[in-house]
C-alpha cells in the first residue's frame, strides 16, 4: 500500500500537498526557523495556521478599519438608501422595522449609521 496515491488525489489535493512539502523544507534549510519544526510537529499546522491567521489580522487591523470606514459603510448606506428608494411609499415603515430589528439584534442601530 502506498502512503502518497498520486493518483487518486484531487488537484487541490496534491497543491495543498506540494505546498507544505515546500514549506516543510524551506522551515527546514533556515537555521533560525528549523527549531520551529519540532514546535509544528507538537502542536499540529492548523495551530500554527490559526496563530499565524491570528497575528496577520492584528497586521491588517488598522486597515481593514480604514477600508470599512471609508469604502463599505459609505457603500452600505447608499445601497441601503436605493432599497429605500425602491419600497416607494412603504419606504418609512421598512426603515423603521429594519432599524428595530438591528437594534433588538445586537443594539448596534447607533454605529452601523445607516
Known sequence: MKRFNWRDKTRRQRVF?????????????HPELRLLLPLI???????????????????????LHVLHDQLLRPLASRLYCLVLFMFGIAAPGV??????????LGGRARRLAL
Request: with cysteine; aromatic share 6%; charged share 15%.
Open 17 to 29: 500537498l506540494m505546498l507544505t512539502i515546500v514549506v516543510t523544507v524551506m522551515l527546514v534549510s
Open 41 to 63: 510537529d507538537a502542536l499540529g499546522l492548523e495551530l500554527l495556521v490559526v496563530l499565524m491567521g491570528a497575528q496577520l489580522f492584528d497586521y491588517l487591523r488598522p486597515a
Open 95 to 104: 426603515d423603521v422595522r429594519v432599524r428595530s430589528c438591528i437594534a433588538w
